[in-house]
């Protein structure tokens, strides 16, 4: 019997990349070309998956949703409000919980695989 949920292998999808440049009352340095390629949003539309990368720049970060990463490419620095920052390389996981403010800097430019769960809003 198939199953009503098909098992989703993300290097076998094609989907189109959305570019987009942050809003510029978020940027410290640069001016940041950003590309995600989202390949799975439940049913819900509070999780999704795919791909995200950054050409090099610096913004504010305010998460308003969990977040778990796997960098594939590149060298980003997550500074958080009490300035504790952590160098992120191709190779590293990590997980951006929400209510996480301070900043994200790319320093080489990145990709990652993320995962986001949102809660809805209240």
């Known amino acids: 019997?198939?199953?009503?949920?098909?098992?989703?292998?993300?290097?076998?999808r094609v989907v189109d990349g959305e570019e987009y440049?942050?809003?510029?009352?978020?940027?410290?340095?640069?001016?940041?070309?950003?590309t995600v390629w989202n390949h799975y949003t439940d049913p819900t539309?509070?999780?999704?998956?795919?791909f995200w990368e950054s050409e090099v720049g610096k913004w504010h970060i305010h998460y308003t949703e969990e977040e778990t990463c796997h960098l594939l490419a590149g060298v980003s620095i997550v500074t958080d409000e009490a300035g504790t920052a952590t160098t992120l390389r191709a190779g590293?996981?990590?997980?951006?919980?929400?209510?996480f403010k301070g900043t994200w800097e790319?320093?080489?430019?990145?990709?990652?695989?993320y995962a986001i769960f949102e809660e809805p809003a209240r």
């Open 92 to 99: 590293d996981s990590f997980v951006i919980p929400k209510g």
């Open 1 to 12: 019997m198939p199953t009503a949920y098909p098992l989703l292998k993300l290097n076998d």
């Open 21 to 34: 440049y942050l809003d510029a009352h978020k940027l410290i340095s640069g001016n940041p070309r950003q």
């Open 45 to 50: 539309g509070r999780y999704f998956s795919g």
């Open 106 to 113: 790319v320093v080489q430019p990145s990709r990652k695989l």
